[in-house]
């Protein structure tokens, strides 16, 4: 009798990394993922190597954290250190709201193999200068950096522009030891800097932006003491999309803000201008003719708009799609009237209060533009979050 085929059993294990990489690539759940991983020591380094992200539970970023002076995550340099050799491959890193977090912890990026391309230190209240400079070692890559409510200075700025040249994206928001010296020396190393948030920093009054790159787009610079030489260095590169000067302190002349109009800001899409109460007609008037652009306009709480502040929108702003005039004292019919004959391409009407349009002014308005929403709603922050 002939003996019986023999067959040489084979499974799933007995495949080479290389192509279980790939079945781990065509998982798209993340529980899948973690069954992987969970499925023998070889497949979960196959996970780790696969792994891009990293973000710690912190307590701030739990939805019912009311406070910033609750304590935050602690993390030890033994956690870091184990997580950053387990994870090589890593492009972001987040270790916001580890507030006890030393600058030590950050040594173990300068033998990180991995390009990181994203770190966020929000909250890091012991990141200092020197913790900058660990990054700057060991990061030549990074494109994007958070650094909100930390506590370094223009020194620490410095020492990263020079090491991080590749920045995009940079959030400086609450950081009260920055100046304008910080930011020129990141505007003159970082070429491809693309959005700067620098709210409610005190210190900064714009100039350090002075002869920035075309590539520089966004500027989010919420309650800031801009002056009329710090607008222009802030439109200077030409390249501007979006602005945000809400709130925005010190200045003693309505009229400041003209400097926007002035013909470096052609390609300014969205503005946000609440709270200026003291913009004037002049401001307003330069802006509606030299940003053609624009698109989303927020001049709420505007409260030195007058009828030839409104004029000028309606005659020069033809691509505004939103505006947003909520609470404004001097819109009165005349106004409105001036803004339903003109802003051809408006689409919703952000109004809510205000104490001299009438009734009748409002309806005609949505008898003449119906197809223009009218919104009760007041926006203060507009355009695009990150």
């Not at 989010?220 to 710090?230: H, I, K, Q, V």
């Not at 053609?292 to 004029?311: K, S, T, Y």
Request: net charge neutral; with cysteine.
């Amino acid at each position: 009798m002939e003996e019986p085929l023999s067959y040489n059993l084979t499974s799933i294990m007995h495949l080479p990394d290389d192509c279980l990489s790939i079945v781990f690539q065509f998982l798209v759940c993340s529980s899948d993922h973690e069954s992987f991983g969970l499925t023998c020591h070889r497949w979960l380094n196959i996970q780790n190597t696969h792994r891009r992200s990293l973000q710690f539970h912190s307590s701030l970023a739990l939805p019912n954290v009311s406070s910033l002076s609750q304590r935050g995550l602690v993390v030890s340099a033994f956690h870091l250190h184990r997580l950053l050799t387990r994870f090589q491959h890593l492009h972001y890193l987040s270790l916001s709201g580890c507030s006890e977090l030393p600058d030590s912890c950050l040594t173990f990026l300068q033998s990180y193999p991995s390009k990181l391309l994203h770190l966020n230190l929000d909250c890091c209240f012991g990141i200092t200068d020197n913790g900058l400079s660990l990054v700057a070692a060991g990061c030549s890559s990074l494109e994007a950096i958070s650094l909100y409510r930390c506590n370094i200075t223009d020194a620490g700025l410095e020492t990263l522009a020079n090491g991080c040249s590749a920045l995009k994206h940079i959030n400086l928001s609450y950081c009260s030891l920055v100046s304008d010296g910080g930011l020129r020396a990141l505007s003159q190393s970082c070429c491809h800097l693309e959005a700067v948030k620098i709210s409610h920093c005190s210190g900064v009054y714009g100039t350090g932006f002075k002869g920035c790159s075309p590539t520089l787009t966004h500027i989010d610079a919420d309650s800031c003491n801009l002056d009329p030489e710090g607008i222009m260095g802030i439109v200077s590169g030409g390249g501007l999309e979006y602005l945000n000067v809400s709130r925005v302190n010190g200045w003693h002349s309505g009229d400041a803000l003209a400097v926007i109009g002035a013909g470096f800001a052609t390609r300014l899409k969205i503005l946000n201008l609440w709270l200026c109460r003291t913009v004037g007609d002049e401001s307003i008037a330069a802006i509606a003719r030299g940003c053609p652009l624009l698109q989303e306009w927020n001049v709420a709480l505007c409260h030195g708009i007058r009828i030839a502040g409104w004029q000028s929108i309606g005659i020069n702003c033809n691509k505004l799609e939103k505006l947003h005039v909520n609470r404004c004292r001097n819109l009165c019919d005349l106004g409105l009237q001036a803004l339903r004959e003109g802003c051809k391409g408006l689409l919703v009407l952000y109004i809510g209060r205000t104490w001299k349009v009438s009734a009748t002014a409002r309806e005609l308005f949505k008898l003449c533009r119906g197809n223009v929403e009218i919104s009760e709603e007041e926006i203060m922050f507009i355009g695009p979050s990150n």
